[in-house]
């Protein structure tokens, strides 16, 4: 199983990214899929996830009301849609999958990872 994040760019401070993330490879059936995000000198951190059962979203405080996941579970294909972007917003973004449930926000329970996509935020 292969994921392929796209959309990743530079864009001033109150811009808006759509981040794309695809499986390949073998069918599997995911119970959730997720963004993470990596900045320079800074651990890993959850950013938003979308569990297939039952549609429910869930958000980092600091992404709250700015981002937007969404996706098709049939494909297990996730988006993030970037809103009022701010130079802290800067990261490699990775996209993820998680066969069953659990916490969504410890990046642990996830079972399959796709590559970073960069985001540079411009003040």
């Known amino acids: 199983v292969q994921l392929q994040a796209s959309g990743g760019g530079l864009v001033q401070a109150g811009g808006s990214l759509t981040l794309s993330c695809a499986a390949s490879g073998r069918t599997f059936s995911s119970y959730a899929m997720g963004w993470f995000r990596q900045a320079p000198g800074k651990e890993r951190e959850f950013v938003a996830a979308i569990s297939w059962s039952g549609g429910s979203t869930h958000y980092a405080d600091s992404v709250k009301g700015r981002f937007t996941i969404s996706g098709d579970n049939a494909k297990n294909t996730v988006y993030l849609k970037m809103n009022s972007l701010k130079p802290e917003d800067t990261a490699v973004y990775s996209c993820?999958?998680?066969?069953?449930?659990?916490?969504?926000?410890?990046?642990?329970?996830?079972?399959?990872w796709g590559q970073g996509t960069k985001v540079t935020v411009s003040s």
């Open positions: 993820a999958a998680r066969l069953r449930g659990g916490s969504y926000v410890a990046a642990i329970g996830y079972d399959y």
